[in-house]
């Protein structure tokens, strides 16, 4: 009998596509249907932004690193800005650092809400999207009042933060917590249950331990393998070894585990910010600072945990007010990487369950 | 690569509501400075990776040991650049297995590969780099030891131009194929020859 | 009241027939063209949207500017496609969909209705043209991917055929006929659903799957990658699958509520009355569905007709005939 001839069909998702998150392309190919290979091409988004913050005084640098990772502006800000005091050896004040700890728990939730709407979305059902939105709307009015801005907050300064909460701002977070708390389950009854996303999930895209190792991944990706790396636990930053909050940890490596992971980090990050509240105190909001913000010579590098994995900015300073030089390491870039790993072998409606559950932002793929 | 910290002066004269009393404090800070104990402790640390892979590998590879506050720095011989990363991972009392952060640096005499190591197990962390020339920039892979530097060395290529050797799939990550020129090089004009670069499509 | 089978055929009767058919159409339109504005409206809702509300009062004529749009659209007819096939498929896709409303009992009168000895067979047979239709779509459009998404359509479609037919078969054993009116006679003191409550789910969700709604609207899913088989349709044609779509989700209503919850039978209101709510009541349902539930995988969906629904569909069978035969 004659070979059956087949051709491989070279496809094109994006860049674009509504699942992709954005301007992101991946060239697959398939064999029927089945993924032969797949090649994620990025840098539609690259603004350049490493070269440009060689010409920026370090403060003139943190509204651009709100456009990396757009949907945690907060905690953007804070990796650069962590870095230039730990460069500089500068104390922050009490207030502000508890402030910091409050937005970026706060922003973590409304980034991993944003990642339940879009995945269902993704899956086919439309309502998780407009509710996960809803309570994302919440979260973004508080930031609104505080900063002035709904996404790109620009918030952070070397030393503490820009301004102080108005009025009332800190009973209506806490008013948040309890109603976000209540909400939550609502989420679980809605979609964690449901028998037809199980089966969408369960069990696909695993990645295994000395894979996620290798490829160096980092935030939930990691954690879901079961290796147990959370930045805030194993490489303390700011105020991060005071608060008592648990690093969630799953088994199988799975999609169905990252979304878990997701969900129940909207928790953790939930009790963070109630123990912060709790323990906040009055006082000033940017310490000392000089004028003119110089890093002394030398390179330094601190990551932090975003809400995608390690968020690191490497300073190489000359000891002038501009950076010679400003590496961002990308937690989404890094990521993606194990992409193309998991897709071959896969049939192409798994694909779009793959890759929403890497959870990518693409500013900050591409930076 | 000093990482002394004398910055010190510097934060006391430029705040202008420095009271009169903080000035006198600043003279004898000036004076002596007792290093950083952090700093002593890495190079200290560094010293004994340092002769650690001296002696596994026989030759020395090493070129400078410094620190970046609490972490050492080793700067190591681009020949033997992914011997000297997998004796760091494997060997049993390093076992630098996770690899943090992959950059590239333009200086202007060369260019500088930098990568941050965390051991899990002993909980430390190392900075490893090495330097290769501006002109035809090569610097082996470490693709082979970890993946994940895949598009790391791809973008260093891309922005920097240095050429990886035994890079699996070295090309153009985040401009397009076609394009000339190394956009993160201090030498790169963003306004000249931008339609020989490729510019202007 | 008009006995159409039992008359001679004059010029009248046969007028009548005409006028009676354009009204029936004329009931379909206006029912799709209202389906259309409350699922918008409802899924909204469920999603603490407020749903069109700017054309017309609270948005009631938001379907007729769609409709308007599409037919003022540029008619775009693929270079290398099938001309006449291409022209085709979406009149092979519609017209069985309006034709299965002859056999459905709207009132007690039957005015509209033939009162078909094999209703039931009809309505099925004449469903299946349309996966024709479907298929031809894709053909015609010469696009590897409207052909694969056409192929998949037809497939889920033939697929769930089966189901849909067996747990119609439970009905027809309690009832003795296939003729539709006395299947609702045969409900007057209790609708077939209380007796058939596993049919009656099997019918549901193959009816889903047959109208390619979610959670089984794969072949037409805007997220993922094939885009189906009415991707080279623009205008009016694409109108036509869309209504396709519609008056079938009507139809499937309509024959839930005539098999499983008993017609246009109630008390105190008027017999049309009843079916329309009972319709509508069917027709929420099927919204309510595509609010809530994700997407299932085309593998699953397959595997989910033919290892699931049609063993239970034929466990089904087999306790009606058993307790019939007690």
């Known amino acids: 009998m004659a070979e059956l001839r087949s051709e491989e069909m070279v496809l094109n998702v994006g860049p674009q596509h509504p699942s992709t998150h954005g301007v992101f392309r991946l060239v697959v190919t398939l064999d029927g249907e089945q993924i032969v290979d797949a090649d994620p091409v990025v840098g539609y988004l690259h603004r350049g932004t490493e070269k440009l913050a060689e010409d920026l005084q370090y403060t003139q640098i943190i509204p651009y690193t709100d456009r990396l990772d757009y949907l945690s502006s907060m905690l953007n800000n804070y990796a650069l800005v962590h870095t230039i005091e730990y460069a500089m050896d500068l104390e922050v004040p009490a207030r502000a650092e508890y402030l910091r700890v409050i937005v970026m728990e706060l922003n973590r939730v409304a980034s991993h809400l944003v990642f339940t709407g879009t995945y269902l979305l993704d899956l086919g059902a439309m309502s998780p999207f407009l509710y996960a939105f809803m309570e994302r709307e919440t979260i973004v009015e508080l930031f609104n009042e505080i900063c002035g801005a709904r996404l790109t907050y620009n918030y952070m300064r070397v030393g503490g933060v820009k301004w102080d909460a108005p009025n009332g701002w800190l009973q209506k977070v806490r008013d948040f917590v309890l109603h976000m708390r209540e909400k939550m389950r609502m989420y679980h009854n809605l979609i964690s249950g449901n028998e037809i996303f199980l089966n969408r999930v369960k069990g696909i895209g695993v990645i295994t331990q000395e894979d996620a190792i290798n490829f160096a991944m980092s935030g939930i990706n990691l954690r879901s393998t079961g290796i147990n790396w959370d930045l805030r636990k194993n490489v303390p930053y700011g105020i991060y070894d005071q608060f008592d909050f648990n690093v969630i940890v799953a088994e199988h490596g799975d999609c169905l585990d990252r979304y878990w992971i997701h969900m129940k980090e909207i928790e953790e990050s939930l009790k963070i910010v109630e123990q912060a509240l709790d323990k906040i105190s009055e006082g000033p909001v940017l310490g000392k600072v000089p004028k003119m913000i110089r890093v002394p010579a030398g390179e330094y590098y601190r990551g932090i945990e975003g809400s995608r994995g390690e968020l690191g900015v490497y300073i190489v300073s000359d000891g002038k007010d501009k950076p010679y030089r400003l590496k961002l390491r990308r937690p989404s870039f890094v990521n993606l990487q194990i992409l193309k790993k998991l897709l071959i072998g896969q049939n192409m409606a798994n694909m779009i369950a793959i890759l929403g559950a890497v959870d990518i932002v693409l500013g900050e793929v591409d930076g | ?201 | 009241m008009f006995h159409w089978e039992s008359t001679p055929l004059t010029g009248i009767s046969f007028l009548g027939m005409v006028i009676g058919a354009v009204v029936v159409l004329g009931i379909a339109l206006a029912v799709v063209t209202y389906a259309i504005y409350f699922e918008r409206k409802f899924i909204g809702w469920m999603q603490l949207r407020i749903g069109p509300n700017r054309v017309g009062p609270l948005g009631l004529f938001q379907s007729f500017a769609d409709i308007l749009k599409l037919l003022i659209k540029e008619d775009v007819i693929p270079d290398k496609a099938d001309r006449i096939m291409f022209l085709l498929a979406p009149v092979i896709a519609f017209v069985p969909s309006f034709m299965v409303l002859a056999v459905i009992p709207f009132s007690s009168t039957h005015v509209f209705t033939a009162g078909l000895n094999v209703g039931v067979l009809y309505y099925l047979a004449i469903s299946a043209i349309t996966i024709l239709g479907v298929v031809l779509g894709g053909w015609a459009s010469n696009n590897k991917y409207s052909l694969i998404g056409g192929m998949r359509s037809a497939a889920q479609m033939i697929s769930y055929e089966i189901p849909l037919g067996l747990s119609i078969v439970g009905v027809v054993l309690l009832s003795g006929s296939l003729n539709m009116n006395v299947i609702v006679a045969h409900q007057a003191k209790m609708w077939f659903i209380i007796p058939q409550i596993i049919g009656f789910v099997v019918f549901i969700i193959a009816g889903l799957a047959e109208l390619n709604r979610t959670p089984f609207d794969l072949p037409e899913a805007e997220s993922e990658l094939v885009a189906g088989y009415h991707t080279e349709y623009s205008g009016f044609r694409f109108a036509f699958f869309m209504l396709t779509e519609y008056v079938y989700a009507f139809a499937l209503a309509a024959l839930a509520t005539t098999l499983f919850l008993g017609g246009w039978s109630g008390p105190f209101l008027p017999s049309w009355l009843w079916f329309v709510i009972k319709t509508a009541a069917v027709i929420f349902f099927l919204f309510w569905v595509r609010a809530t539930m994700p997407r299932m995988r085309g593998d699953q969906l397959m595997s989910f007709a033919w290892k699931v629904l049609i063993p239970v569909a034929l466990f089904n069978l087999l306790l009606t005939g058993g307790l019939y035969l007690l």
């Open chain 2, 1 to 201: 690569m000093s990482t002394e910290d004398n910055n010190t002066s510097d934060t006391v004269k430029a705040t202008p509501t420095a009271s009169a009393a903080a000035k006198p404090a600043a003279k004898p800070a000036k004076a002596a400075l007792p290093p950083d104990p952090r700093v002593v402790a890495a190079l200290a640390n560094g010293e004994t990776i340092k002769t650690a892979l001296n002696q596994k590998l026989g030759v020395p590879i090493v070129v400078e040991v410094s620190a970046s506050k609490a972490v050492p720095i080793l700067i190591i011989d681009k020949a033997y650049w992914v011997q000297a990363v997998q004796f760091l991972r494997d060997d049993a009392l390093q076992s630098y297995d996770y690899l943090r952060m992959f950059s590239g640096t333009d200086y202007p005499n060369y260019i500088e590969i930098a990568i941050h190591l965390v051991s899990r197990q002993h909980n430390t962390a190392l900075y490893v780099k090495t330097r290769t020339e501006r002109d035809l920039a090569v610097v082996p892979s470490l693709t082979g030891l970890f993946q994940g530097v895949n598009w790391e060395e791809r973008e260093v290529y891309d922005l920097l131009g240095v050429h990886f050797e035994g890079h699996p799939d070295l090309r153009r990550i985040m401009m397009w194929e076609g394009w000339k020129g190394y956009p993160l090089r201090k030498d790169y004009s963003p306004f000249e020859d931008l339609d020989e670069r490729g510019g202007n499509v």
